[in-house]
């Protein structure tokens, strides 16, 4: 059957009387009965962004918890979620995103390409799947079967196959919590993942049933909504990035001179970040949002030192942000250095330690474009620091600021180019990478005379840290002795002290007094003190040739980053270092903190910090990563499942791709007129205007219409029957224009909708709907959905089941991509 038009909504006439309301007068289709006197009003009831308080006022009970105010609440929640990620986007038209999704598309290949390893053809060179390797698991280790769930990994055993003459058959054996299964090893490596938790138990809620796969088949299909959500939130953010512009820099003939200063011969890891660089600053017409990965002296400064000079010969200003103090001293004076040949760029050094009167200065030449290069902590990040014309941001170790610190770097990515310096990135950082929505060079070839450091991990003993300081110490080194926390310190110090009376020794924290602490540094930097007993104040910045050996102290307490880092600050000479790891009883041990010392052993060659973090999203908590929003989803399958449905998904981006229809083409075919009841009508203020303000809202987008209809009961409190009807088809039609729906109608107990959406896109949102009720009546065929119903439904329950089951798709629409 056809769709019926619709009949078109006709304005208010002039003719009638100002202050009478007419009898069966119609207002957007909605007849009202009877005459009465209104009040004139100023102003329009529904303001868009109207506060509560200008609203007129009257003392009404909450709205009552019902249909509209369940879509309402779960509309506002996910406006809550998206609303900072999707600030200040701009529209965009179907052309523009079909050119974009082909850029991510492009840039996704290329991240694979780089980071891991795959051919242009998306095969070969070790591919990126997550599947496990059987012969690597140990017995009560969790695994997913992709098809059958969560089970724990038994043994690997040879059995005989049934009706086989071919003698017995590799087996790895998986309990269930209703059985035993097995299956051959060659198909193994190719279903089974390993399964990580976001939390320290590692144990999962509860082993899948051989006999129940719909529960197993619902977890799985709730973690690929959470990949669908989690992509849509990239590609906008990404598509957003890309629609800013900036004229490439020109290519300064001077920079082969600045480059030809660097005194050693880059690697060609290094040769291939330099080249990338290069190619963002001064081929791109969008800001550089490069993540350079290198291992600790594996050259990722000198990258961003060529990044500056480009950016400053254009006459724009460059600021280098570091965690610590320390960095930021360190990262000063290399510049200071390399720039001394420039005499005209002026470098300025600010930070929490200055006068006040030094950091006024220094606040004034930042404004008024006298300092070139600023470099510092997170002091650069306040709202007096004002630039005069800031062309590049560099950060170096971003894992180490805050959330509000992290916030604000990330708003100045849409406006400036920004290069991220990392031996291991932040979880989401590497996750961006990964999936090619960041570009990044990975460093991963250490210089010629570097040697690889040493790893012991084992419980603490006064035996083992003597005897660890007195080698390095009887070969002419230093030592870093480092602790988790302040308390302890002297401790160590006075222990320290008695057992090598004639070794200077000093204790280093952030919470010391600014110039002792960089006397402390110095002092340690030039030889003077042999022994630094310190927090992991020093994980990052100090550069000391002479100290090979660093000892840590409850290591259980780090992070694996921390720890990498930490590790890090030894091996960087030609002399063999190493790092003695130390944790008290293994008994008090969480899980999580002994997988992530084994993993700290298992990288324990040079390059791999990149990997570890990989390893280290695997191990920690998803919180940082993903938001604490979707952590239980990917929960549901555990990480590595999740990533390759990721991997998979990102391959397959546009194929979830919805338009939505205009609003007032639109048709909804169902004859429920409500009429509002002449109490309701005396009790309403101006009702002509408040309807067609209803309208309005409708028309403009789902969250106005939420808005207007919270407003409304606000102010007048649950409305009655007929006024929630009328409401109802502002929400149906609302929620049809933006799912791709053009008209809805029905004959007898079918209902049919016809839409714009594919059958994948149709699928996925029917997989998302929390209600078999609705699921298991619709089905799509060529461009309508239709559903069947057990009986032809009175009016009214009719467009109260239509309302429910759009409410039920609409919920899918943060994983679809809506251009």
Same mark, same amino acid.
């Given at each position: 059957m056809a769709a019926v038009q619709a009949p078109p909504l006709p304005t208010p006439t002039p003719k009638l009387p100002p202050l009478c309301f007419p009898f069966h007068s119609r207002v957007s289709g909605f007849p009202i009965q009877r005459f009465r006197?209104?009040?004139?009003?100023?102003?329009?009831?529904?303001?868009?962004?109207?506060?509560?308080?200008?609203?007129?006022?009257?003392?009404?009970?909450?709205?009552?918890?019902?249909?509209? /105010? $369940?879509?309402?609440?779960?509309?506002?929640?996910?406006?809550?979620?998206?609303?900072?990620?999707?600030?200040?986007?701009? /529209?965009? *038209?179907? #052309?523009?995103? @079909?050119?974009?999704?082909?850029?991510?598309?492009?840039?996704?290949?290329?991240?694979?390409?780089?980071?891991?390893?795959?051919?242009?053809?998306?095969?070969?060179?070790?591919?990126?799947?997550?599947?496990?390797?059987?012969?690597?698991?140990?017995?009560?280790?969790?695994?997913?079967?992709?098809?059958?769930?969560?089970?724990?990994? +038994?043994?690997?055993?040879?059995?005989?196959?049934?009706?086989?003459?071919?003698?017995?058959?590799?087996?790895?054996?998986?309990?269930?919590?209703?059985?035993?299964?097995?299956?051959?090893?060659?198909?193994?490596?190719?279903?089974?993942?390993?399964?990580?938790?976001?939390?320290?138990?590692?144990?999962?809620?509860?082993?899948?049933?051989?006999? @129940?796969?719909?529960?197993?088949?619902?977890?799985?299909?709730?973690?690929?909504?959470?990949?669908?959500?989690?992509?849509?939130?990239?590609?906008?953010?990404? $598509?957003?990035?890309?629609?800013?512009?900036?004229?490439?820099?020109?290519?300064?003939?001077?920079?082969?001179?600045?480059?030809?200063?660097?005194?050693?011969?880059?690697?060609?890891?290094?040769?291939? #970040?330099?080249?990338?660089?290069?190619?963002?600053?001064?081929?791109?017409?969008?800001?550089?949002?490069?993540?350079?990965?290198?291992?600790?002296?594996?050259?990722?400064?000198?990258?961003?030192?060529?990044?500056?000079?480009?950016?400053?010969?254009?006459?724009?200003?460059?600021?280098?942000? #570091?965690?610590?103090?320390?960095?930021?001293?360190?990262?000063?004076?290399?510049?200071?250095?390399?720039?001394?040949?420039?005499?005209?760029?002026?470098?300025?050094?600010?930070s929490r330690f200055q006068t006040k009167s030094e950091k006024e200065e220094y606040l004034s030449m930042i404004k008024s474009g006298h300092l070139d290069i600023i470099v510092g902590t997170h002091a650069l990040l306040g709202n007096r620091v004002v630039y005069s014309n800031l062309g590049l941001l560099v950060v170096d170790e971003e894992q180490r600021f805050g959330v509000k610190q992290k916030e604000k770097i990330a708003s100045f990515k849409t406006s400036v180019d920004v290069l991220t310096l990392s031996a291991t990135p932040i979880p989401r950082t590497l996750y961006l990478a990964l999936t090619g929505f960041r570009d990044a060079s990975l460093i991963s070839t250490p210089p010629p005379e570097r040697v690889p450091i040493k790893t012991h991990l084992s419980a603490y003993s006064k035996e083992k840290v003597l005897s660890a300081i007195k080698f390095e110490l009887d070969r002419g080194g230093q030592v870093f002795y480092v602790l988790p926390r302040i308390k302890g310190l002297e401790e160590v110090q006075e222990f320290l002290e008695h057992s090598f009376p004639n070794i200077a020794s000093a204790v280093a924290h952030g919470k010391q007094y600014s110039k002792q602490l960089e006397e402390t540094m110095e002092s340690f930097a030039l030889g003077e003190i042999k022994i630094l007993i310190s927090t992991n104040i020093v994980e990052s910045g100090l550069d000391i040739q002479n100290a090979n050996t660093i000892i840590i102290q409850d290591v259980h307490q780090f992070g694996l980053a921390q720890?990498?880092?930490?590790?890090?600050?030894?091996?960087?000479? *030609?002399?063999?270092?190493? +790092?003695?790891?130390?944790?008290?009883?293994?008994?008090?041990?969480?899980?999580?903190?002994?997988?992530?010392?084994?993993?700290?052993?298992?990288?324990?060659?040079?390059?791999?910090?990149f990997h570890l973090a990989e390893r280290d999203m695997g191990i920690r908590g998803f919180g940082n990563i993903f938001g604490e929003q979707q952590t239980g989803d990917i929960g549901n399958v555990g990480i590595d499942l999740f990533f390759e449905m990721l991997f998979e998904s990102l391959s397959k981006v546009e194929e979830h791709r919805l338009v939505p229809e205009p609003y007032k083409k639109v048709q909804?075919?169902?004859?429920?007129?409500?009429?509002?009841?002449?109490?309701?009508?005396?009790?309403?203020?101006?009702?002509?205007? $408040?309807?067609?303000? #209803?309208?309005?809202? +409708?028309?403009?987008?789902?969250?106005?219409?939420?808005?207007?209809?919270?407003?409304?009961?606000?102010?007048?409190?649950?409305?009655?029957?007929?006024?929630?009807?009328?409401?109802?088809?502002?929400?149906?039609?609302?929620? /049809? +224009?933006?799912?791709?729906i053009s008209s809805i109608y029905t004959v007898g107990k079918t209902v049919g909708m016809t839409t714009n959406m594919s059958k994948k896109v149709f699928k996925l949102m029917t997989d998302s709907m929390a209600s078999d009720i609705h699921r298991n009546c619709l089905s799509f065929t060529g461009n309508e959905i239709k559903a069947e119903l057990l009986l032809e439904l009175p009016r009214e329950q009719l467009l109260n089941w239509i309302f429910q089951c759009l409410t039920e798709l609409y919920a899918a629409l943060p994983a679809l991509v809506k251009y």
């Amino acid at each position: 059957m056809a769709a019926v038009q619709a009949p078109p909504l006709p304005t208010p006439t002039p003719k009638l009387p100002p202050l009478c309301f007419p009898f069966h007068s119609r207002v957007s289709g909605f007849p009202i009965q009877r005459f009465r006197p209104l009040s004139i009003r100023t102003c329009a009831f529904y303001t868009e962004g109207i506060p509560a308080s200008l609203a007129p006022r009257r003392e009404k009970k909450s709205p009552e918890t019902d249909d509209i /105010a $369940l879509l309402n609440e779960r509309i506002r929640r996910e406006h809550g979620r998206r609303q900072e990620s999707s600030k200040g986007i701009p /529209a965009m *038209d179907s #052309a523009e995103a @079909d050119k974009y999704i082909r850029m991510v598309k492009e840039q996704q290949q290329r991240g694979l390409q780089k980071l891991r390893g795959v051919d242009a053809d998306g095969k070969g060179g070790g591919g990126f799947g997550y599947r496990v390797d059987p012969y690597a698991l140990r017995p009560g280790d969790y695994v997913v079967h992709k098809k059958v769930g969560i089970g724990k990994f +038994a043994a690997i055993k040879y059995d005989v196959p049934k009706d086989s003459s071919s003698g017995p058959v590799e087996y790895v054996f998986i309990e269930y919590a209703d059985g035993m299964a097995k299956l051959p090893v060659n198909k193994a490596s190719r279903m089974l993942y390993r399964y990580n938790l976001p939390n320290e138990t590692k144990k999962p809620r509860a082993l899948s049933k051989l006999n @129940d796969p719909s529960t197993w088949e619902r977890r799985r299909i709730k973690g690929k909504i959470a990949v669908q959500k989690m992509i849509v939130d990239l590609m906008e953010l990404y $598509l957003h990035r890309l629609k800013q512009k900036r004229p490439p820099y020109l290519k300064n003939p001077e920079m082969t001179d600045f480059a030809a200063q660097f005194p050693y011969e880059p690697t060609p890891d290094q040769k291939q #970040a330099f080249i990338d660089v290069e190619k963002d600053l001064t081929e791109r017409e969008t800001p550089m949002d490069r993540l350079i990965c290198g291992d600790v002296g594996f050259g990722k400064t000198e990258v961003a030192l060529r990044a500056i000079f480009c950016v400053i010969s254009a006459g724009k200003q460059a600021m280098v942000l #570091a965690p610590t103090i320390v960095l930021a001293k360190q990262h000063f004076d290399v510049i200071s250095e390399r720039f001394s040949m420039y005499p005209h760029i002026k470098i300025g050094l600010l930070s929490r330690f200055q006068t006040k009167s030094e950091k006024e200065e220094y606040l004034s030449m930042i404004k008024s474009g006298h300092l070139d290069i600023i470099v510092g902590t997170h002091a650069l990040l306040g709202n007096r620091v004002v630039y005069s014309n800031l062309g590049l941001l560099v950060v170096d170790e971003e894992q180490r600021f805050g959330v509000k610190q992290k916030e604000k770097i990330a708003s100045f990515k849409t406006s400036v180019d920004v290069l991220t310096l990392s031996a291991t990135p932040i979880p989401r950082t590497l996750y961006l990478a990964l999936t090619g929505f960041r570009d990044a060079s990975l460093i991963s070839t250490p210089p010629p005379e570097r040697v690889p450091i040493k790893t012991h991990l084992s419980a603490y003993s006064k035996e083992k840290v003597l005897s660890a300081i007195k080698f390095e110490l009887d070969r002419g080194g230093q030592v870093f002795y480092v602790l988790p926390r302040i308390k302890g310190l002297e401790e160590v110090q006075e222990f320290l002290e008695h057992s090598f009376p004639n070794i200077a020794s000093a204790v280093a924290h952030g919470k010391q007094y600014s110039k002792q602490l960089e006397e402390t540094m110095e002092s340690f930097a030039l030889g003077e003190i042999k022994i630094l007993i310190s927090t992991n104040i020093v994980e990052s910045g100090l550069d000391i040739q002479n100290a090979n050996t660093i000892i840590i102290q409850d290591v259980h307490q780090f992070g694996l980053a921390q720890l990498y880092q930490l590790r890090g600050r030894v091996g960087r000479a *030609d002399k063999e270092a190493f +790092a003695y790891l130390f944790y008290p009883d293994k008994s008090l041990l969480s899980d999580q903190a002994l997988e992530r010392l084994a993993a700290i052993e298992e990288y324990g060659h040079l390059g791999q910090g990149f990997h570890l973090a990989e390893r280290d999203m695997g191990i920690r908590g998803f919180g940082n990563i993903f938001g604490e929003q979707q952590t239980g989803d990917i929960g549901n399958v555990g990480i590595d499942l999740f990533f390759e449905m990721l991997f998979e998904s990102l391959s397959k981006v546009e194929e979830h791709r919805l338009v939505p229809e205009p609003y007032k083409k639109v048709q909804i075919d169902v004859n429920v007129t409500p009429h509002l009841s002449s109490e309701y009508i005396n009790y309403l203020e101006n009702p002509i205007e $408040l309807i067609n303000e #209803a309208e309005k809202a +409708a028309e403009r987008d789902m969250w106005s219409l939420m808005q207007f209809t919270e407003h409304l009961r606000r102010q007048y409190g649950k409305e009655p029957r007929s006024m929630e009807l009328l409401l109802k088809k502002l929400y149906i039609r609302r929620m /049809a +224009a933006d799912l791709g729906i053009s008209s809805i109608y029905t004959v007898g107990k079918t209902v049919g909708m016809t839409t714009n959406m594919s059958k994948k896109v149709f699928k996925l949102m029917t997989d998302s709907m929390a209600s078999d009720i609705h699921r298991n009546c619709l089905s799509f065929t060529g461009n309508e959905i239709k559903a069947e119903l057990l009986l032809e439904l009175p009016r009214e329950q009719l467009l109260n089941w239509i309302f429910q089951c759009l409410t039920e798709l609409y919920a899918a629409l943060p994983a679809l991509v809506k251009y």
